[in-house]
Every structure is written in structure tokens, then in C-alpha cells.
């Protein structure tokens, strides 16, 4: 599942290259949405666990694939998704990669899409993890090498990790079995293109499967990194210090933590986590952490079936969260509100908008603080870019402006940016109001004619 700039959700269909859209409706609701059938991949890809983003201009790219199709071999294909024409066009892996699997993505804070090479092929049908990195350029497609100094005692550095944005603009990973000690932490720098030591976890969060949990930044600057062992750590951004933090429960005499699962962060600045009693096990029970504790909620229908690898999380405009639970979609609505610290700001729009025009909004933090929700190898939904909602005063419909162009996709506090937005051809006129929407967290609105 992803979120696209214009406020639908598009979300792939199992093992194939098929891709719907979820509309909301016209108060807004995902729930009260409509379903349509979108542009199909090029012909002979249809991964499964893969390397995804959202870029600045608002495509859509795919990359990679532990599995083609129905139980296929890993993946080297790539695929990138045009949202104004509905096509999909193909995108080369870097040069001299023989695979790239269930890869580690992220979009730094300067818009550049990084890459990593998960799995190598090494001989017929042999595979082993990756060791390379890479950065696209969007507009030639091509790739630039990066990523040096990456630890690993056994040459596959990527291998069954996860990639954060820090406020900083660096990217943090917890290594799990490919390093010694398999505490370690490392932080990405993209001003050197190289990876040095972000110290070392309290305790061990991988299992033996080299699986990991998600690391999820918060709001105010932590941290949350979950962990296959049952362990979770709490990393300090503005000390770079590492402490424990709670762990999951034994629940029925087995150890619950997430080896492959989600986390997404609710608008109230806490985390909501998919965990499960070991690698690939049932059932799946979901957690609330607040900061200092982990507190069980009400478990989704279907979770006693489910392991946390079939789990994934989408954070809407709404601030709900979408989750995916082998072939159900559920809602999962929070309770609070966020600090006005966290809102994004408006500067500056245009007061008056025509329907189909072009419009630029500048304002702070209108990527958020957040990358919104977070799994690690294997998937990314990431959302720490800015939605343009229009509501018409008069009837109270919602409706989305199309965005692109970002300037930046930092989650540094009172970062500056601006974006490009279009206003849908559907959109009512008259009096309405005007809110930046990142990671479900509107900004205060502003008053807008609609022409």
C-alpha cells in the first residue's frame, strides 16, 4: 500500500502486477471509499517483498523483489508508476548488479531514492545477500554507487535491515547477525556517501534468522527500535545515545517481538506495532507504545491467523492507519491529538485557485517529523511529504490537490520547503479552507476561494 500526492491509495494485488486505487469519498472517508483498477506493471514483474517510495514529483518506484509472481526467483527487475498518465514504465537495476530482492529503500531529505542491493546472485539459481548501494537520479533513471564503509563480517551488509531518516537528514540502520557485535548501529551520511558506527544497542534485537523489527522515529526526535528477540531500544537523535526499552510480553508462555512486521506512527506522537510469538509464528497481537510504555490493544479481526510479515501499515490523511492483514483491510483510529509543535505550517498559497491550475505552497515541516510507518526490508509506505486538502465551506466535501515538485523531504524540525500543487478538475467553487496533510497531521487551515 501506497499514498499518493492526490489523497488515493493505491494498493498491490498479491503476487502480480495489478494495482488498485482506494478513493475516499467526498467527506473524506477511506472507509466509504471506492475501489478502481489502475495501470498494470510491465510484462514478467510482479514482486513480492520489494523495495518501494513516493518520490518529489510524485511518482511511484519499485524496485527489486525477493520473490517474482507466485513463489519466482528473487527479483533485479524495477518499475517506476507515472500517477498523470497511470503507466508504468521500466527502470534498469544499477550497472553490474546481479539481483536486489526484498531491498531497503528510503528517500533522503535532499529527494534523492537510495537503494540497496539485498540479495546476489552467485551462481544458477544461488543467492546471498547484497553489498552494494545506490542513489537514482529521476530523471535519466540511471544510478550512482554509494554507501561505503558499511559494516558486515560475512560480506552482505544489507542483508534483512531496515533504513530511518533522522531529523539530521542521516539514515539509521541496526545491524542484526552480519555484524560483530550484533549490537551495532550505523548512521548514513549522504553529504559523504559513507556509513560510520551510531554505537551499539543495550541489547541484542536480532534473531537467528538475521530478522529485524522496524525502527520508527517519533515526533520528538526517539527512536523506537523494535526487535526480533523480543528487545527494543530507544536511540537518542539528539545525543545519539542508545537505552532499553520495554519489552514485548510473554503471552501464553512464548516471547511476542516483530521478526519481519510493522509499526506506523499515530498522530499523538505514539506507535502502533504488529508483534507475533517468533519468526513467521501465531498469532499476531498488536501493541501501543507511549514513550515508556507497551500497552496491549484490541486485536484486529482475523490477527489469531496472522503472522507480522503478512502485516502491513499505511498512514492516512485522515491520521488513521491502514492495515493490511493477509487479504483484509482494517482502519485503526487512535485516540489524542497531536502537539501544535508537530503540525505543519503554512507561509504562504495563493488565496485564490482555479480549478485545473498549477500552485505553489511554501511553508515549515511540511514533510512532518516522521516518516509515518515503517516495516524495514521487505516493504516501505513511507509518507513524510505534504497533501494539499481542500474543504468547500459550504458542503463540507473534502477534496485533494494533486502535489509535486517538493523541495526537500527532511523531517528536521521547522524545516523549510515549499511544493507544487494542482487543483482537481472536480473540485467545487466558493469559500473553502487550505491544509498541509503530512503523516495524517493537518496543519492550520487556511481561507481559500475556489474559482
Not at 517510495?53 to 524495477?78: H, Q
Not at 531518516?165 to 549522504?190: C, N, S
Request: hydrophobic fraction near 35%; include cysteine; glycine fraction near 12%.
Amino acid at each position: 500500500m501506497l499514498l499518493l500526492t492526490d489523497g488515493t491509495v493505491m494498493v498491490q494485488q498479491y503476487q502480480t502486477g495489478n494495482w488498485w486505487r482506494l478513493t475516499p469519498d467526498n467527506t473524506g472517508s477511506y472507509a466509504n471509499g471506492t475501489w478502481s483498477h489502475m495501470g498494470a506493471m510491465p510484462a514478467g514483474y510482479a514482486p513480492e517483498y520489494f523495495g518501494s517510495a513516493v518520490l518529489p514529483d510524485g511518482r511511484v518506484i519499485t524496485m527489486g523483489g525477493e520473490y517474482n509472481g507466485a513463489g519466482g526467483p528473487p527479483s533485479d527487475k524495477g518499475a517506476i508508476y507515472n500517477p498523470i498518465t497511470d503507466t508504468w514504465s521500466t527502470v534498469s537495476p544499477p550497472t553490474g548488479w546481479t539481483g536486489i530482492g526484498d531491498a531497503q529503500t528510503v528517500v533522503l531529505a535532499n529527494g534523492k531514492f537510495m537503494l540497496a542491493q539485498a540479495l546476489q546472485k552467485i551462481g544458477t539459481n544461488i543467492y546471498c545477500g547484497g553489498s552494494r548501494a545506490a542513489l537514482l537520479n529521476p530523471t535519466t533513471l540511471t544510478w550512482q554507487a554509494t554507501g561505503t564503509g558499511k559494516a558486515s563480517s560475512d560480506g552482505c551488509p544489507y542483508d534483512e535491515q531496515g533504513w530511518t531518516l533522522l531529523p539530521d537528514g542521516q539514515v539509521l540502520t541496526v545491524d542484526t547477525w552480519r555484524t560483530t557485535p550484533a549490537t551495532k548501529a550505523e548512521v548514513y551520511t549522504p553529504s559523504t556517501g559513507a556509513w560510520t558506527s551510531a554505537g551499539n544497542t543495550p541489547s541484542v534485537l536480532g534473531d537467528t534468522h538475521g530478522e529485524m523489527g522496524p525502527a520508527v522515529l517519533r515526533p520528538n526526535g526517539t527512536v523506537f527500535a523494535t526487535g526480533a528477540s523480543g528487545s527494543n531500544a530507544v536511540y537518542q537523535t539528539t545525543t545519539n545515545a542508545w537505552s532499553a526499552g520495554p519489552s514485548f510480553p510473554v503471552i501464553g508462555g512464548l516471547q511476542y517481538d516483530i521478526a519481519d512486521g510493522p509499526s506506523a506512527v499515530l498522530p499523538n506522537g505514539d506507535v502502533l506495532s504488529g508483534a507475533g510469538p517468533g519468526y513467521a509464528n501465531q498469532p499476531e497481537h498488536f501493541f501501543d507504545f507511549n514513550g515508556t510504555s507497551l500497552l496491549q490493544v484490541t486485536d484486529p479481526p482475523g490477527a489469531a491467523s496472522l503472522s507480522t510479515y503478512y502485516t502491513y501499515m499505511l498512514v492516512l490523511p485522515t491520521g488513521q492507519v491502514l492495515c493490511r492483514l493477509g487479504g483484509a483491510l482494517e482502519l485503526y483510529t487512535g485516540s489524542g491529538s497531536p502537539l501544535s509543535t508537530w503540525r505543519p505550517k503554512i507561509t504562504t498559497v495563493p488565496t485564490t485557485l482555479a480549478h485545473g491550475a498549477t500552485y505553489t505552497v511554501s511553508g515549515r515541516q511540511l514533510n512532518g517529523l516522521t516518516q509515518g510507518a515503517y516495516y524495514g526490508d521487505n516493504y516501505q509506505s513511507a509518507s513524510n511529504y505534504p497533501l494539499v486538502r481542500i474543504t468547500n465551506t459550504s458542503t463540507h466535501h473534502v477534496f485533494y490537490a494533486r502535489t509535486a515538485g517538493m523541495t526537500s523531504m527532511s523531517v528536521q524540525p521547522g524545516a523549510s520547503s515549499s511544493a507544487q500543487f494542482t487543483l482537481p478538475a472536480s473540485i467545487e467553487t466558493g469559500a473553502s479552507t487550505l491544509s498541509v496533510v503530512a503523516n495524517g497531521i493537518a496543519s492550520p487551515s487556511k481561507s481559500v476561494t475556489i474559482t
